[in-house]
């Protein structure tokens, strides 16, 4: 188990490991999404030790909030990566227009971060890159993130981490404070956060995960989720044929 009492050690080998991973591809560096949030910021800031000139940052705006794409900037300034902004906006509304128009608010949600996901894989083809997940373990738990979304990723680079260690390496890595501070969420939709749609809190799933301990309806929603959300983390099944 990782001490974060060691925060610097603990991030040197992170920036480390995405080395490795790189060069074991045979790539050149890193492309991920800035969303504006602390785990992407903390991704982009261990890719951009690893890979100074080879880090690349995509903000996509996709019918998403304004706020989200000023604070995607505040991270790309902080952090001094190269970035480009690819926006979604007419690609989303020319999907919506060829399908079933019946209304499924997550069906429909769960069409940005795939659609994102498509743009990243296009700039690793075009550069010879990895693309990096931003996904915490928190969230790898209870699975809370989309399949073929933002979990259609190259490498994990900070999975082993709950949020509030992700929140340790923020402040090592100096993320803005805004960012640091700002409530977490997907961007899904208008006001939408983290903790509303879990249903818990990062304090009480982080608690769970690390200890085993929470009150008795809190264990039960977090076993749920994570059992439910299986799938996700797994290769897809094989079917093998008799002898």
């Known amino acids: 188990m990782y001490n974060m009492k060691d925060v610097e050690k603990v991030a040197e080998e992170l920036v480390n490991w995405i080395k490795e991973k790189v060069k074991d591809a045979g ?48 991270v790309i300034d902080a952090l001094n990566i190269n970035y480009k902004k690819v926006v979604l906006d007419n690609v989303f509304d020319s999907f919506i227009s060829e399908v079933d128009h019946t209304y499924d608010k997550m069906a429909i949600a769960n069409i940005k971060p795939r659609l994102r996901m498509t743009t990243l894989y296009y700039y690793a083809a075009m550069k010879g890159y990895l693309v990096a997940g931003t996904g915490n373990k928190s969230e790898l738990t209870v699975g809370y993130f989309t399949k073929h979304g933002d979990s259609g990723v190259d490498m994990l680079p900070i999975a082993s981490f709950v949020k509030r260690d992700v929140f340790r390496l923020a402040e090592y890595f100096n993320i803005p404070e805004e960012i640091i501070n700002k409530a977490p969420s997907a961007g899904l939709w208008e006001d939408q956060t983290d903790e509303d749609e879990m249903g818990i809190t990062y304090k009480e799933l982080d608690e769970y995960i690390l200890t085993g301990d929470a009150k008795d309806e809190v264990k039960d929603k977090i076993d749920l989720l994570n059992y439910r959300s299986a799938h996700k983390r797994s290769y897809p099944p094989i079917f093998t044929p008799s002898k």
């Open 27 to 74: 790539c050149k560096g890193v492309v991920l999404g800035i969303s504006g949030g602390i785990d992407s910021a903390v991704v982009a800031a261990a890719a951009k030790r690893a890979f100074p000139e080879d880090t690349l940052g995509i903000i996509m705006p996709c019918k998403s909030s304004d706020k989200d794409e000023i604070d995607a900037m505040k």
